[in-house]
Nanobody
């Protein structure tokens, strides 16, 4: 059974940091690109970052470069999103998604397999 489970969300003050985890099971993570997405209340889902199956290529939304870092450990079937200098506008539900590697990963939700999405973890940035 394919499963992606996000964790690590919570309440953090502006300027703080969080590390999100995406735990994969039911498939061989090392063949899959992973994307992180987020959806704020009342807004559309947006791409945050993605990493190819080997971890050699990583992409970020332009507005997030320098604050967020994506990484992966295929040995333990996990992908991470380190988020630093968080801002209130980073408040959202964060999702990870997977797709079997075929080309450069994309920050577009339609690129990812329909059945390879987690249920999300809530990040709230507030004082």
């Amino acid at each position: 059974q394919v499963q992606l489970v996000e964790s690590g969300g919570g309440l953090v003050q502006p300027g703080g940091s969080l590390r999100l985890s995406c735990a994969a099971s039911g498939f061989a993570l090392n063949y899959y690109d992973i994307g992180w997405f987020r959806q704020a209340p009342g807004k559309e889902r947006e791409g945050v970052s993605c990493i190819d199956n080997s971890g050699s290529r990583r992409y970020y939304a332009d507005s997030l470069k320098g604050r967020f870092t994506i990484s992966r450990d295929n040995g333990i079937n996990k992908v991470y999103l380190q988020m630093n200098r968080l801002k209130p506008e980073d408040t959202a539900v964060y999702y990870c998604a997977a797709v079997r590697h075929s080309s450069e990963c994309q920050l577009v939700s339609s690129y990812y397999s329909k059945d390879y999405w987690g249920k999300g973890t809530l990040v709230t940035v507030s004082s």
